[in-house]
């Protein structure tokens, strides 16, 4: 194990680790706001012509932006009581 003693690969090895814990927390969030977009919008936009690509541009992605803010603050928080 001399790649836990290396500095380098060692701060990487509790970075990507650290990752891994926080990201199934960050997904729960993104998951709650892409569950409250009212299925209309979609459907509408669907009706209307546009793309998979564009309805997720202008309407998924737009409505789960008020959940960035709140999954980084939560990371950012959680990981400065931890240290």
């Known amino acids: ?5 290396n500095r380098n690969t ?5 970075m990507i680790a650290t990752v891994w814990v926080r990201i199934g927390f960050c ?4 998951l709650a706001g892409l569950q409250s977009i ?3 919008l ?3 936009a669907s009706i ?9 541009l202008h309407i ?3 409505r789960c932006c008020g959940r960035r803010p709140s999954s980084c ?5 959680s990981s400065r009581l931890k240290s």
């Open 48 to 56: 209307d012509g546009a793309p998979t690509r564009q309805r997720f």
């Open 38 to 40: 009212p299925t209309d």
């Open 73 to 77: 603050w939560f990371s950012v928080s």
């Open 27 to 30: 997904m729960l969030i993104y």
């Open 42 to 44: 979609i459907e509408a």
């Open 1 to 5: 194990m001399r790649w836990l003693s």
């Open 60 to 62: 998924n992605n737009c």
């Open 10 to 14: 060692a701060l990487l090895t509790v």
